[in-house]
């Protein structure tokens, strides 16, 4: 499989950006990856990227975007932070990939059985870890079909914050980044979320 150029990228619609995630991750679940060669993609990005998606996803080990869509070197600019978070510095991070750098989808990539999901619906207070997980109670303000067992030992409540909190980081990508809220309704991208189970390595996207 060869590595993005230019053209190519200029090519992709952002549905077609999003049906290329869809099938890398079906090979993924599959255990089909894709022929690549790494070292010649080394060469042929050598002097430039054309990434055709921009994907936030959470730290955690077994969530690489790289992996679970089985893309190669230049395909995807992969943003990483716990729970999936959106800040300033995130925001400028998919301005650059989408208004300089031309991708055509930016995806919020959370999944199951999170930590920082799971840390926030108990209240954790450590550090730094607190003001992180600070962004996270606003997925579990709306969370209003629990009424009991609101932490993390209830695994229902904490798969509705996971879902929240997607929906909710999509919406502030929109609503704190005019430049891609215009993008996006002018039909250059597409900002949609996505939910990764780690039991069966599937994304389920909510478009």
Do not use: W
Request: with cysteine; hydrophobic share 40%; net charge negative.
């Amino acid at each position: 499989m060869r590595t993005h150029t230019k053209e190519t990228q200029e090519g992709l619609t952002p549905e077609h950006a999003l049906d290329i995630l869809k099938e890398g991750n079906a090979r993924f679940v599959n255990n089909i990856k894709a022929h690549r060669n790494l070292l010649e993609q080394v060469n042929e990005t050598k002097s430039g990227q054309f990434p055709f998606a921009a994907i936030l996803s959470c730290i955690d080990s077994r969530t690489s975007a790289e992996l679970i869509f089985d893309q190669g070197l230049g395909d995807v600019f992969s943003i990483r932070i716990a729970g999936n978070i959106l800040n300033d510095d995130i925001l400028g991070s998919m301005e650059f990939a989408c208004k300089i750098a031309g991708s055509k989808l930016i995806v919020v990539l959370g999944h199951t059985k999170c930590g920082a999901i799971e840390g926030a619906c108990d209240n954790i207070e450590l550090g730094h870890i607190t003001t992180l997980l600070n962004k996270v109670k606003p997925a579990i303000a709306i969370e209003k079909e629990t009424s009991a067992d609101r932490n993390s030992k209830n695994k229902k409540f904490v798969e509705n914050v996971t879902v929240n909190n997607i929906t909710l980081t999509v919406q502030k990508v929109k609503e704190q980044s005019p430049m891609l809220r215009e993008m996006e309704q002018s039909g250059k991208i597409k900002i949609i979320g996505g939910l990764y189970d780690l039991d069966t390595g599937i994304v389920t996207f909510f478009e």
